[in-house]
């Protein structure tokens, strides 16, 4: 049973797009997070909720819309998909603000064309 | 800005012998845990071990161990009788100032494991 799952794994898409990447964990942890994962594997944190709370929102364009329909879902919607967007998208959780570690989701590798 | 240093891009090491990869960090949390995480050519991040600041004793997990200095703000991960699956991108991680349950990440390092 997988702790948690982001889907899809895979995606291809035009510029100009509107796209979502899901993700679920069953761990009951409170807070999850979005990182993104650039070409030379740098990891920067884009978003993170707890209880569905938004508690740290980083300087993202605002194409990029995180939701959490609840502390087991976030879900994260970008809307005209730009050729620098391409990147592995995390998604993570963790127990609770004060950290013990996150635990990962497979990752997303999106590619914009 | 909150950073995570690690010095090291890419180091190889000899399968069972041991390697050492290096860390500092700056955050200037009261409580807090550091922790390396692996990532092999699969993508998947995997917690290797998690050290808490407040303990004095090193952590170990197995072959793992750190060497942890609070300081000099250092913590390194030590790979003994290192194995052909420890092939991987290792990043160091320490908590944002102010904003614990943020994870700031090193750069990474490549450790290649030659048979």
């Known amino acids: 049973d997988t702790a948690v799952s982001q889907t899809p794994k895979y995606l291809v898409t035009q510029m100009g797009n509107d796209k979502s990447i899901k993700c679920e964990q069953n761990l009951g942890h409170d807070t999850m997070y979005w990182y993104k994962q650039d070409s030379k594997k740098f990891l920067k944190i884009m978003f993170s909720y707890n209880n569905k709370e938004l508690i740290i929102n980083e300087t993202v364009p605002n194409r990029f819309s995180p939701k959490s329909p609840d502390k087991a879902h976030l879900n994260l919607h970008i809307n005209s998909l730009e050729l620098g967007d391409s990147a592995v998208y995390f998604c993570?959780?963790?127990?609770?603000?004060?950290?013990?570690?996150?635990?990962f989701g497979s990752g997303t590798r999106l590619t914009v064309v | 800005a909150q950073t995570v240093t690690q010095s090291q891009p890419e180091m190889s090491v000899q399968e069972a012998e041991t390697v050492t990869l290096s860390c500092t960090y700056d955050?200037?949390?009261?409580?807090?845990?550091l922790f390396w995480y692996k990532q092999p050519p699969s993508r998947q991040m995997i917690l290797v071990i998690r050290q808490e600041a407040y303990k004095q004793q090193n952590a170990t997990e197995n072959r793992f161990s750190v060497n942890f200095q609070k300081a000099a703000k250092s913590f390194s991960l030590k790979i003994s009788d290192s194995q052909l699956g420890d092939t991987a991108m290792y990043f160091c991680a320490s908590p944002h100032t102010g904003a614990n349950s943020k994870l700031t990440f090193g750069k990474g390092i490549t450790l290649s494991v030659r048979p």
């Open positions: 955050t200037s949390e009261n409580n807090y845990y």
């Open positions: 993570a959780s963790s127990r609770s603000r004060t950290n013990y570690g996150y635990t």
